[in-house]
């Protein structure tokens, strides 16, 4: 009877943990994310001044090198979105959503007689307008939650500054939690920190890079709301195989279609030919001796993790993944040894 109440204590308290915690889930689990990113940095700064004044001052710098430009950029784009959504609305309703006159003519006389009658437009107005009702409605719910934004931007970086100060007591609190031996626990620690660092931040580094060109190959083309396209490109560039393709390709169509082959070209140069070469260039450096995750366990990860954790679940997502993967990966490396010995 000690004993069953004693765990049911232990797990009353900590469900009224979980349901105090809940609320502020999101920006802790961003700040423990920073922190395991830019854990090194804290390292050698405290190897000069004390952990509290280490943790200030890896604080202010990632909220000056990372968190204010996102923020800046971020506010920007959707600056943008919004012109772009009245741009979107607007040819709507005056009825100039649609491909050109020459080449749906053109596409009608190669279609077989039958087909030929076919509306091109109706589905091009319907996406267009659909594409305009989502950005203005997400633009919208951004604006009426800015209070709660800048809540969990606040707990974000009040978290991260005890994320590094106690970051080897809270790594020390969790190793009681896996029910392995020290060796083992090690292992799948140093094994869940590489996969999480090669497969999730050299992933953002690369999103950023391809963010920052696909938004001023909008921009020397003359497409509208070159930042705002360029946080899309850095957002599908997560996505395996087909990536930021997803948007310059068909930008770069509608150029073609348009007449414009001379920015539709540098647009595929840009996109395609630097950001390509700068991608093959910048992973393997960065991936040197490191294992990575599957593409497809990266693809997964991340569409469920936008769905379990909305934004955050891009890197929450692969990064649970890397983590459980590795631990998983050394769990069977010692009882492949185990069962080697025994026999």
Known sequence: MTTVLSYGALLLLGYLVFQILAPFAKP????????IF???????????SSPTWAAVLCTLGVTALLIVPVLLVLLYAAREAVVASAQVQAAISSGSVGLPTHLTDWIRERLPEPWRGMDFIGPLRQGAEKVGSYLATSVGSWLRNLFSFFLDLFILLFALFFMFRDGEQIVHALRHLIPFDAEIQKDMLRESHDLIFASVAVALLIAAIQGVLGGTAFALTGLGT???MGVVIALFSIVPVVGS??????????????????????????????AGVLDNLVRPLLMRNRSRLNDLLLFISILGGLEVFGLLGLVIGPTIMAAALGVFRVYMEHREQMEKEAA
Request: proline content about 6%; overall charge positive; aromatic content about 16%.
């Open 28 to 35: 802790l689990a961003w700040s423990a994310v920073l922190a």
């Open 38 to 48: 830019f854990y090194p940095v804290y390292a050698k700064l405290l190897r000069k």
């Open 226 to 228: 070159p930042v705002f």
């Open 245 to 274: 393709a997803l948007i310059w390709v068909p930008a770069a169509v509608w150029l073609g279609i348009n007449g414009h082959w001379g920015k539709a070209v540098l647009l595929v140069a840009i996109c395609g030919g630097v």
